[in-house]
């Protein structure tokens, strides 16, 4: 199986301040088909699993602009470029490249 | 607005059979393919299972084959998990997600399942 690594369990941030939350595969995520299906989920106390971005940079629809995704193969990236206090909660890679699907271990955003 | 509800989750002993039920509402359910995902205490996002919008197709987590079994009725916009032979370790909160499984686009609530003795 794919292992999806996230090296940081836990990321303090001050209010306003840029957060970056990183993930690394075990095998290149990009498809024969061209795509690389790695996506970034966010979950928050009290609410359902929501789904950040999609295929590396693809903000969902409602998401701010100040969420944004990059990388590329094995290296991926999100990134926070203010953080709100509503952006507090664990946030998850997803890859849906190889068979089975993978998810990170998640890494906590908790103001400080 | 999209809404995913699930329902059926409670205590059950080691061995025993739960239902768990998800209802669909601001969505043309049968256009969609659907899943469910779980998350153990303490532990990572898993995904379970996949079925079809036609519900003709369906995949499974290798822990959970012959187990538990996805299925769905589009004229109720409903979704299923059938769950049989439950282990200690399938104690989790269970969600129904729309999408496909590459994407797994919009999550429920969740409903609690908890395996003990």
């Known amino acids: 199986d794919v292992v999806m690594t996230q090296s940081l369990l836990s990321l303090p941030v001050t209010l306003g301040q840029p957060a970056s939350i990183s993930c690394r595969s075990s095998q290149s995520l990009v498809h024969s088909d061209g795509n690389t299906y790695l996506n970034w989920f966010q979950l928050r106390p009290g609410h359902s699993p929501r789904r950040l971005m999609f295929r590396v940079s693809n903000r969902d629809f409602g998401v701010p602009d100040r969420f944004s995704g990059s990388g590329s193969a094995t290296d991926f990236t999100l990134k926070i470029s203010r953080v709100e206090a509503e952006d507090v909660g664990i946030y998850y890679c997803m890859q849906g490249t190889h068979w089975p699907l993978t998810f990170g271990g998640g890494t906590k955003v908790e103001i400080e | 607005e999209v809404q995913l509800v699930e329902s059926g989750g409670g205590l059950v002993q080691p061995g025993g059979s739960l239902r768990l039920s998800c209802t669909a509402s601001?969505?043309?359910?049968?256009?969609?393919?659907m899943n469910w995902a779980r998350q153990a205490p303490g532990k990572r996002l898993e995904w379970v299972a996949f079925?079809?919008?036609?519900?003709?197709?369906?995949l499974y987590t290798d822990s959970v084959k012959g187990r538990f079994t996805i299925s769905r009725d589009n004229a109720k916009n409903s979704l299923y998990l059938q769950m049989n032979s439950l282990r200690t370790e399938d104690t989790a909160v269970y969600y129904c997600?729309?999408?496909?499984?590459?994407?797994?686009?919009?999550w429920g609530q969740g409903t609690l399942v908890t395996v003990s003795s």
């Open positions: 997600v729309r999408g496909g499984y590459r994407y797994l686009e919009c």
């Open positions: 601001g969505i043309t359910f049968s256009s969609f393919e």
């Open positions: 079925i079809s919008s036609s519900g003709d197709a369906t």
